[in-house]
Each structure stands twice: as structure tokens, then as C-alpha cells.
């Protein structure tokens, strides 16, 4: 199984003030499939994708990612389990400003066991022909390219993508789609995308609705359509 999760918990604790971000979820998704996580703004959808990535731990349950128990790994595992399967993609790219694109890949490439060749990954989002330019000499679309080039490079088996398109005008973040399907084509990679844009869903095989921090929904869609 691709990704396993039973009855997990998450709690926040500020002060005396509790949020439960997670309420028993659980959830199967097969290993090679697109999937997206629907829900209002504090739903919890950035939780369970952090939860599932090992950047946030559970409180209880369990979290089986490609049939390991990660619920149960301490912390250098867990950093083991980040750097040798997980990539992630964020609304905000988080590229190093002071490091060129081709710089700003290498970085990703640096902590994989497997990475991909660099110049064909810079190719991959077109973006190879801009390798000696810095970040700010990009535009935000530019920018998310290398984002998810750094992010491609590791050959992760699970890419996870929180608001990948939120930053972007409709025209690229279509571009960033086609992208994230053409990876998904090419190397069979689990993704799960957090989104807010229904033309995300119809692309996805399955659709998650998160609710005040309880999955209210986890429905396969039969005919997914292209970007
Ligand atoms: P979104 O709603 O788009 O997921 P947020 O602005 O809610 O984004 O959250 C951005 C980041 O801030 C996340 O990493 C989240 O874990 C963290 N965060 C959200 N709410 C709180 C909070 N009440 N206290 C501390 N951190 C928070
Ligand atoms: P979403 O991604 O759907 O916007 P989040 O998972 O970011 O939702 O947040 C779920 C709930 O947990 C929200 O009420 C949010 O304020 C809270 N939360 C998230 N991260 C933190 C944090 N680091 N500290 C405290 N509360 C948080």
C-alpha cells in the first residue's frame, strides 16, 4: 500500500488553548496515484500532508507510508524517511536567494541517494536555458518551476505539494500541472496536492475533503482529465 493511515490524532497546544487539527483520520491511497486534499482554510489539509511527509509528527494513530511504520521512527529515521522518499512543494517557492537556479536544484540533489541528472531535470520544466539566473530574476512561475525541479531531482517515490498553483495567475498554474502529470506519467510518483482549484480535482484519481479536522470524504474518481 501506498499510504496507510489509521485513526490518526493531531493536537496543537498554545497555552492552555487546544486544536485538534486532526479528528481519527483514516485513509488508503494506493502507491502511483494523483491524489488532491480538498477543504475550507484550518481543516488540517497542510497537517495530514506534514503528518504523512515526517515534518509533523501524529499525537496518536498510525502512519504506514510504502509499508513502514512511520508513527514509530525516531527522529533520524524520520530525517532518513524525508531525504529518501519525500519531496515537497510549496506555495511559497523557498529557493535560496543567493544561489542560481542550477545551484538551487543541486541543493535537492545533494541530499538524494538517487538523484536525477540536474541538466535534464532543469530541461524537464524548462526552465534550463535560465540555469545561471538567480531567483529574483524570475517570475513567481519561473520561480515554482525550480521549486519543483528541486524537488523532482530526488527521484522522491511521494511528492507532496501544498498549494503549489495558490501564487500563481490561472495560465501557469495550468503549466505547473501538466508538469506535476508528465512526472506522475514518467516515473509512477504518489502525489498528493492540497488545493483550493477544482480544475485540480478533476485531473486527480482520488479526492480527499477535510472538515474541522475530521476526512469527511475519500472518493475515486473514475475518469480523471488532463491539465
Ligand atoms: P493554510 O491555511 O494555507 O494552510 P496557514 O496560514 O494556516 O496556511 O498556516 C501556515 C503555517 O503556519 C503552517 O505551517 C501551519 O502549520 C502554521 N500555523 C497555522 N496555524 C497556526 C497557529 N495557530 N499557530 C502556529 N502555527 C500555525
Ligand atoms: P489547513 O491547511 O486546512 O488550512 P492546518 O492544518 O494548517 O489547516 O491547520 C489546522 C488547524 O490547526 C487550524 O486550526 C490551525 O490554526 C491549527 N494549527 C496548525 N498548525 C499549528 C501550529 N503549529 N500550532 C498551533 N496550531 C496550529
Redesign the pocket.
Known sequence: MGILLKNVQKV?K?GDVE?Q?LKNVSLTLPEGTISVILGP??SG???LL?VIGGI?RANGGEVHIFDQAIHEFNDDQLTEYRRKYVGFIF?SYNLIPTLTVYENVEVGAEISESPLPIDEVLKGVGMYDKKDKFPQQLSGGEQQRVAIARALVKNPRLLLC??PT?ALDEETGKTILRLLQDVHRQFGTTILI?THNQGISAMAHWVVKMKSGELVECAKNEHPIDA
Open positions: 496543537y498554545s486544536v487539527a482554510s484550518g489539509k497542510s497537517t506534514n509533523d506555495q501544498d498549494e495558490g492540497i
